[in-house]
């Protein structure tokens, strides 16, 4: 069964600080991973895209490594800032008869405190 | 450049009543729509797509319907709404090509509270 597990389901950090989230997935045949930024009350915003042979990407402070041997992919936060509390969102895609199907994650709620 | 427009932003409707939620893209011809719904600490949850005027394949059977009456729009509609079809809507664009790093962008989203 195509699933999109992500972790730490919510984190609190403090301002400055690194993180890092998780996106585990079992989706086959693998199309490409693209994490999402939604802040409260707003659409999802695209941060990064990657397909199949790409192992990083960044984005500004954002960093996003792909393993497609382990089927994970990391989500990397340098230098924290207010700003960046939001819901961080992993979509995997693949290729069905239809057309390209999205799986996505349920989200890390991720809180930067001062 | 491509937006994409979605209204109303905030609903408050009572049990029963209708709904409609109006989608339109510009800049894009031939998109692939999409409506999501994402209930409170939730995933989002794809409700209807078109991949053309007309088309639409529904993901879950639900009070719900949509309609895609010209190209770069797309409605979602309630004949009678239920507690339950609260929720924040999100519509999207996808485009029509087959290629590996296609974006999904999303509209502002519609909080739809029904009382």
């Known amino acids: 069964k195509n699933q999109v597990e992500q972790s730490p389901q919510s984190l609190i950090i403090l301002e400055g600080k690194n993180c890092t989230l998780q996106c585990n997935y079992t989706v086959s045949p693998f199309s490409n991973l693209r994490w999402y930024k939604q802040d409260t009350g707003r659409g999802p915003v695209s941060l990064t895209i990657?397909?199949?042979?790409?192992n990083t990407k960044s984005n500004g402070r954002y960093t996003a490594t792909l393993d497609a041997d382990t089927k994970q992919s990391s989500l990397h936060i340098t230098a924290s800032q207010l700003s960046d509390s939001a819901s961080y969102i992993c979509?995997?895609?693949?290729?069905?008869?239809?057309?390209?199907?999205?799986?996505f994650g349920k989200g890390t709620t991720l809180s930067v405190s001062s | 450049s491509q937006t994409i427009h979605q209204w109303p932003a905030t609903l408050v409707q009572p049990v029963g009543s209708p709904l409609s939620l109006e989608c339109t893209v510009e800049?894009?011809?031939?998109?692939?729509l999409y409506w999501y719904r994402q209930a409170a600490g939730r995933g989002l949850q794809l409700l209807f797509y078109s991949v053309g005027i007309g088309q639409i394949s529904s993901e879950v059977p639900q009070n719900l319907s949509a309609s895609r009456p010209q190209d770069r729009q797309f409605i979602l509609s309630s004949k009678k709404l239920l507690l339950s079809d609260s929720g924040f809507y999100l519509c999207a664009w996808m485009e029509a090509r087959a290629s590996g790093a296609n974006v999904l962008t999303f509209g502002a989203g519609s909080r739809l509270t029904v009382l």
């Open positions: 990657m397909t199949f042979s790409e």
């Open positions: 800049g894009t011809s031939n998109p692939n």
């Open positions: 979509v995997v895609s693949y290729t069905a008869k239809a057309g390209t199907a999205l799986i």
